[in-house]
């Protein structure tokens, strides 16, 4: 990989051997190898034994997790806070294990709508609650340093399963929980 990018600063006009640049190529590579080591996580490892059975049937909202990702299309990053829920149903899971699935999958060439899907399936996958559900929020170079530059832009995206798309009030509790601010 570090040919690679020897080879990118060479093609933009640079000279890898100029001083700033000597450890460059070694340096992306390490970047680019830690952007990406979502791809060598697997949901069973990093779920390992923290389910535990508990009789509790309310939602469960973990809000304003901070992911970031590198967008496929352009290989620039965006970013920005995941929101996720759901309705247990005999099984609750350790709270930073969602943050946990987040990472693993924002850490791979991602678009944010695929990635609010993945990790809303395994959150399912994992639990088999009564339904999950995520939005993402984030920020994306691809759209604020390039092309448009609109950089006070906002994305968002949503999935929802079970009860959270069946049952509008289920929907809009999550709605509204992400939405208030209250911190412990």
Excluded: W
């Amino acid at each position: 990989m570090e040919e690679n990018f020897e080879a990118i600063l060479r093609s933009i006009g640079e000279d890898p051997s100029r001083e700033g640049l000597l450890k460059t190529p070694k340096r992306a590579a390490e970047a680019m190898r830690y952007l990406t080591q979502g791809y060598t996580a697997s949901l069973e490892t990093i779920v390992n034994d923290a389910i535990f059975e508990e009789d509790v049937d309310d939602i469960v909202v973990i809000r304003n997790i901070e992911f970031f990702s590198m967008c496929e299309h352009h290989l620039l990053p965006f970013f920005g806070f995941a929101h996720v829920a759901y309705l247990p149903k005999g099984k609750i899971i350790g709270i930073s294990k969602i943050a946990r699935i987040v990472d693993m999958f924002a850490q791979r060439l991602q678009v944010q709508e695929r990635l609010t899907q993945q990790v809303a399936l395994a959150v399912e996958e994992a639990l088999e609650p009564a339904g999950v559900a995520c939005v993402f929020e984030a920020k994306h170079l691809c759209m604020m340093a390039r092309g448009v530059r609109k950089q006070d832009s906002n994305v968002s995206t949503s999935h929802v399963t079970g009860v959270f798309r069946d049952c509008p009030m289920s929907r809009k509790e999550f709605y509204d929980l992400i939405k208030e601010r209250h911190y412990a």
